[in-house]
């Protein structure tokens, strides 16, 4: 089946940085990547959706300044949690898909902002 | 905007006993798809449903998508040890768009 890498896995940074994350589809081409966000014990809520060659879109309550998303290409798009604080920590992972087929996920990033 | 809820939220069974959990979506559906994840792990894809009334088995898990494709169902048989995890269900009103997740339902297997 279709591969989609993400990384890094697990990150550790201070607060006040900022951490890029990757996701990759590896055999396809993702014209649409999504952001997904899991608090512990939570489920998964959509952050915002990656089209490639355009502006994301951000679900409300996320902030566009703070959580960067990058879709440069085909099989690449990128999340930067600028300034980073504690409470940005979290479980955060991508999914891609095709058209009338599953998505498939990343393998998630966990961010521990200290 | 379109809500799925998932019941129960946490189920702990017997090893060898069955397991249901429930998916409800607000809107209809154009497919609905069942996810696993263990503890520490990331989401992984068990099954897709599309048609109305769809029946699907995978060895001892049987999915279930309603005649109104609004509703949809994961049956374990015999559950095991090994099926302890998250299961997550995740609807689509139409293709391309985003999932939206279910808060899932834990399951605990006790030996």
């Known amino acids: 089946g279709a591969v989609v890498s993400q990384h890094p896995s697990r990150v550790i940074c201070k607060s006040g940085t900022s951490v890029k994350i990757e996701c990759r589809s590896l055999?396809?081409?993702?014209?649409?990547m999504f952001w997904y966000r899991q608090f512990p014990k939570q489920s998964l809520m959509l952050m915002a959706t990656?089209?490639?060659?355009?502006?994301?879109?951000?679900e409300q309550g996320v902030e566009k300044d703070k959580f960067l998303i990058n879709h440069a290409s085909l099989t690449l798009s990128t999340l930067t949690v600028t300034s980073a604080h504690p409470e940005d920590s979290s479980f955060y992972i991508c999914?891609?898909?095709?058209?009338?087929?599953?998505?498939?996920f990343g393998q998630g990033t966990r961010l521990t902002v200290v | 905007g379109q809500q799925v809820m998932q019941i129960p939220q946490y189920q702990h069974v017997q090893e060898g006993e069955d397991f249901t959990t429930y998916c409800n979506s607000s809107?209809?559906?154009?497919?609905i798809q069942w996810y696993k994840q263990r503890p520490g792990g990331h989401p992984v894809f068990l099954i897709q449903l599309v048609k109305s009334g769809e029946v699907k088995k995978q060895k001892r898990l049987t999915f279930q998508f309603g005649e109104a494709k609004k509703n949809s169902s994961l049956h374990i048989t015999a559950t095991q040890t090994t099926d302890v995890g998250t299961y997550f269900c995740?609807?689509?009103?139409?293709?391309?768009?985003?999932?939206?997740f279910g808060p899932g339902t834990r399951l605990s297997v006790l030996p």
């Open positions: 999914s891609a898909g095709r058209p009338n087929t599953e998505a498939f």
């Open positions: 990656s089209n490639e060659g355009s502006k994301a879109t951000y």
């Open positions: 995740a609807g689509q009103e139409n293709y391309g768009q985003n999932f939206v």
């Open positions: 809107t209809t559906l154009s497919n």
């Open positions: 055999d396809f081409q993702a014209t649409t």
